[in-house]
Nanobody, 113 residues
């Protein structure tokens, strides 16, 4: 599985970004696909995760601000991020888990005025 992440950039505090993770394999099978992030000097952490059964899981800091969605037709898992804060600045990665684990390349998100 190859995962391509798009959509990062520079945004002001309070702004929004939409990240997209495109898979080379159909996402319609049994899997978990989610978004993780890693800020400089910090460990990688889960942002949001989704299962092919429809369940979604959010980190506490993401609840109410971020929304993860799956589009089987596009083999895409997106992360809509609203009300962004400077502490959301990080490299964001998508991750696919079935019997194996795959990571996409990261996309930089910078929240700064």
């Amino acid at each position: 599985v190859q995962l391509q992440a798009y959509g990062g950039g520079l945004v002001q505090p309070g702004g929004s970004l939409r990240l997209s993770c495109i898979s080379s394999r159909s996402i319609a099978g049994i899997n978990f696909i989610g978004w993780y992030r890693q800020a400089p000097g910090k460990q990688r952490e889960m942002v949001a995760d989704s299962s092919s059964f429809g369940s979604k899981l959010y980190a506490d800091f993401a609840k109410g601000r971020f929304t993860i969605s799956r589009d089987n037709a596009k083999n895409e898992v997106s992360l809509q991020m609203d009300s962004l804060k400077p502490e959301d600045t990080a490299v964001y990665y998508c991750k696919w888990v079935d019997r194996n684990t795959y990571w996409g390349q990261g996309t930089q998100v910078t929240v700064s005025s």
